[in-house]
């Protein structure tokens, strides 16, 4: 009875408007006080452990770092840097995206970080470029989600914390194969649009005299995503050690370098981390009301043993909880789906044998394509708005990036090695 219930609560709450944390929320408390007997302090027991966690504290760092390299002016540089380096090549500006959004998702972490900061700016090149709006709107939404999938990335983060006993460093390292995998394919459709249809401009080759004076200015932005990754990766520091050196060193390079930032930015930097991480605490907080409901009443249990009863296929499984989470990221963010979902799908994913990695990466990366699936992905509503343009007209030359991004997916399910060895390699 208990699944019924919650589920019904919960829908009933959502359908009437209530955010969907609290919808999470209002139907664990109602079965925790009203059906089981016990006492509300249980609920804010729950959170309270739900949130007093160390390595939550890496999410609102990592934001503030992706605001504050913005606010330090250097993102400019290096559109340009880019632009001399694949500028005088047919289809450079597109590979521009691709590579620019690599970049600034080992500094943010995040898919609406990039699209917020450079995204205008990549939409702008494209079109001046003689790429449609709709197609450069498109490309820059599927661009943005390598930001999650590459280090450091916050959906892995709120992953490894809602699954437990998942290493957010070998998370991390799990996702960077797969991210350079759909950074390639979305550079070869790329050059394929620009062979066929003759978009894009081609300028001349870089001259030495202007590539190194803006290579070495670049120098201290480029070392921000190696000492961030490169601490996690030595063990030197944690994530969330390695998140609050990287917001140090952002605003001496603000201060001292660039001499952009200000006071203000710092407080705006707060401020805006703080909005976005009281929303995901919300989640977590009520998906741990959630994730102890189901494991008092052996839900995962059940669930892994009727699965096992229709399949002993790890593969098979994958490509189902796969699907179901392509499907319901059509409806759902990809935050309130890892918290209500991984912590029983994971579990079982350990029963059929699947490394903890490889479901992560998969795991992630299906909630990251939901981000740009119409009708509700909110990356690509943000894009639309950047764009200024409807999301119809981009709804409409997404499904060739989407196609893309399943096709890395099912990559990484049935060639777990892609996900799987670069961790192993480095002892994770």
Not at 120 to 148: D, F, H, K, N, W
Not at 199 to 217: A, C, Q
């Amino acid at each position: 009875m208990t699944a019924p219930i919650m589920l019904g609560v919960f829908f009933v709450c959502v359908f009437i408007g209530v955010p969907i944390a609290f919808a999470m929320g209002i139907s664990g408390a109602i079965w925790i006080v009203f059906f089981v007997g016990l006492a509300p302090t249980v609920l804010a027991r729950i959170a309270y452990n739900a949130l007093a966690s160390f390595p939550l504290v890496s999410i609102p760092l990592f934001i503030m770092i992706g605001h504050l390299a913005n606010r330090c002016g250097m993102l400019p540089d290096l559109v340009r840097w880019l632009q001399l380096v694949f500028g005088w090549l047919r289809g450079g500006r597109a590979y521009i995206s691709v590579v620019g959004s690599m970049f600034f998702g080992g500094i943010s972490g995040t898919a609406v970080s990039d699209i917020a900061t450079i995204g205008r700016l990549e939409i702008q090149m494209l079109t001046e470029s003689g790429y449609p709006l709709p197609y450069s709107a498109a490309l820059v939404a599927t661009c943005a989600i390598l930001a999650p999938m590459l280090p450091p990335s916050v959906a892995m983060v709120i992953y490894a914390f809602a699954v437990g006993n998942v290493s957010v460093g070998g998370l991390f390292m799990a996702g960077l194969v797969p991210g350079i995998l759909l950074g390639i394919g979305l550079i070869i459709m790329s050059w394929y649009k620009a062979k066929t249809k003759l978009y894009g401009t081609v300028t001349e080759f870089p001259k030495l005299s202007e590539l190194l004076p803006l290579t070495i200015k670049l120098i201290p932005l480029a070392t921000l995503p190696v000492i961030i990754v490169g601490g996690i990766i030595s063990g030197i520091t944690t994530p969330t050690e390695s998140a609050a050196i990287g917001v140090v060193y952002t605003i001496f390079i603000g201060f001292a370098l660039t001499r952009k930032l200000r006071l203000r930015d710092i407080y705006d930097a707060i401020l805006y981390s703080c909005s976005i991480t009281s929303v995901l605490g919300m989640l977590v907080a009520a998906g741990a009301i959630s994730s102890w409901i189901a494991t008092r009443n052996q839900i995962t249990q059940r669930l892994a043993d009727f699965m096992m009863s229709m399949t002993t296929d790890p593969t098979l499984y994958l490509m189902v909880v796969a699907a179901g989470l392509l499907l319901l990221g059509v409806v759902m963010e990809a935050t309130p789906l890892t918290i209500a979902l991984a912590p029983i799908l994971a579990p079982i994913a350990r029963h059929y044998g699947v490394a903890d990695l490889q479901f992560g990466v998969v795991f992630v990366v299906c909630t990251m394509i939901g981000l740009i699936t119409p009708p509700a992905g909110i990356v690509l509503a943000l894009t639309a708005t950047v764009a200024d343009t409807p999301v119809e007209t981009i709804s409409r030359q997404i499904w060739p990036f989407i196609a893309c991004s399943v096709i890395v997916v099912i990559l990484c399910i049935f060639f777990p090695a892609i996900s799987l060895w670069l961790p192993h390699k480095l002892g994770f």
